[in-house]
């Protein structure tokens, strides 16, 4: 069993389009994050949620909006795209705060922007 | 988080234990040591985290020095698979964030 999927794993649109990536861990992990690399291989976060809770929101344009149904989805929906959002982004999910919280990481979305 | 300065890329013959440098001289008391890698086109893996003393699991060894200022990670035995770019992040162990650089990029070569 995958523990974090992702879906789609590629996606290709135009600019101006509404699309979404969804996200699940099977873990029973508390914490889950969105990041995005670049075409300069920058891995750089954008939200994390705990137990539903948004917890770090690290200045994403408000056109990204994380929506976490329940602990074990975190879906990452995006407005009116543009060019500069093509990239990968990576799901992940972590047990939480401390000790042996290392994060599990999906295979990423690799969305282009035409 | 503490700044982390790793070499751009290494290269490694295949069989041969490779040594990857990670400086992280402004490092606090209560921040760990982490590494990760990224395979071509996969999302990171977690290899291996320490705070003070050395770690080893089936993956890899983690030497710390003893004031902390650098740590060495280690892959016993290096084959083809373990070509990646490896990333040394240092993190409070209450934070939830995950910081990355450019972490190193190495070629394992046959």
């Known amino acids: 069993d995958t523990a974090v999927s992702q879906t789609p794993k590629y996606l290709v649109t135009q600019m101006g389009n509404d699309k979404s990536i969804k996200c699940e861990q099977n873990?029973?992990?508390?914490?889950m994050y969105w990041y995005k690399q670049d075409s300069k291989k920058f891995l750089k976060i954008m939200f994390s949620?705990?137990?539903?809770?948004?917890?770090i929101n690290e200045t994403v344009p408000n056109r990204f909006s994380p929506k976490s149904p329940d602990k074990a989805h975190l879906n990452l929906h995006i407005n009116s795209l543009e060019l500069g959002d093509s990239a990968v982004y990576f799901c992940?999910?972590?047990?939480?705060?401390?000790?042996?919280?290392?994060?599990?990481f999906g295979q990423g979305t690799r969305l282009t922007v035409v | 988080d503490a700044k982390t300065t790793q070499p751009t890329s290494m290269d490694c013959a295949e069989g041969r234990a490779a040594n990857l440098p990670c400086n992280h001289s402004?490092?606090?008391?209560?921040?760990?040591v982490y590494w990760y890698r990224q395979i071509h086109s996969q999302g990171p893996q977690y290899i291996i985290h320490?705070?003070?003393n050395n770690e080893t699991n089936e993956m890899a060894s983690l030497i710390i020095t003893e004031d902390r200022k650098s740590s060495t990670l280690i892959l016993p035995h290096a084959t083809l698979r373990d070509t990646a770019v490896y990333y040394c992040?240092?993190?409070?162990?209450?934070?939830?964030?995950?910081?990355f650089g450019a972490g190193t990029t190495v070629t394992v070569r046959a």
């Open positions: 992940a999910s972590s047990p939480g705060q401390g000790l042996g919280t290392e994060a599990f």
């Open positions: 873990l029973g992990h508390d914490t």
């Open positions: 949620y705990n137990n539903k809770e948004l917890i």
């Open positions: 402004t490092i606090s008391g209560n921040e760990y």
């Open positions: 320490g705070l003070k």
């Open positions: 992040i240092v993190r409070v162990g209450s934070d939830y964030k995950l910081s």
